[in-house]
C-alpha cells in the first residue's frame, strides 16, 4: 500500500489516498485481478482494477495491478453509505 497523505493529510490522488499495489508474483498470467474487475463490475460492486507501471527515481521495478481498496471509501462510492458490514476471506 501506499499512501499519498504522508505529509499533507487532504492530499489525494484521483479521490484515493492510498494506492493498493499487487506484485502479481502467484498470478503468471498477470490478468487475474484486473480481468475479473473488469468483468464483474457490470453485475456487481467490485473494485476497481488497473495495470501501472512503477517507476522509482527513474528505475523501472515493473508491472504492477492497482486495485481499489475494500473500505468505507468503496463502500460510499458503489452503495452511497460508508456503513455497512464488509467481510474479507482469507486467501489460500
Do not use: C
Request: net charge positive; aromatic share 12%.
Amino acid at each position: 500500500n501506499v499512501a499519498v497523505d504522508f505529509v499533507n493529510e487532504k492530499q489525494r490522488l484521483h479521490g484515493y489516498k492510498t494506492l493498493n499495489l499487487l506484485n502479481l508474483h502467484e498470478d503468471p498470467s498477470f490478468m487475474s485481478s484486473v480481468l475479473y474487475s473488469h468483468i464483474a463490475q457490470k453485475f456487481l460492486p467490485t473494485p476497481k482494477a488497473n495495470f501501472v507501471k512503477v517507476v522509482i527515481n527513474g528505475e523501472s521495478w515493473g508491472v504492477y495491478a492497482s486495485v481499489q481498496q475494500f473500505n468505507k471509501e468503496f463502500l460510499q462510492e458503489h452503495l452511497g453509505s460508508s456503513k455497512g458490514a464488509r467481510w474479507k476471506v482469507s486467501g489460500s
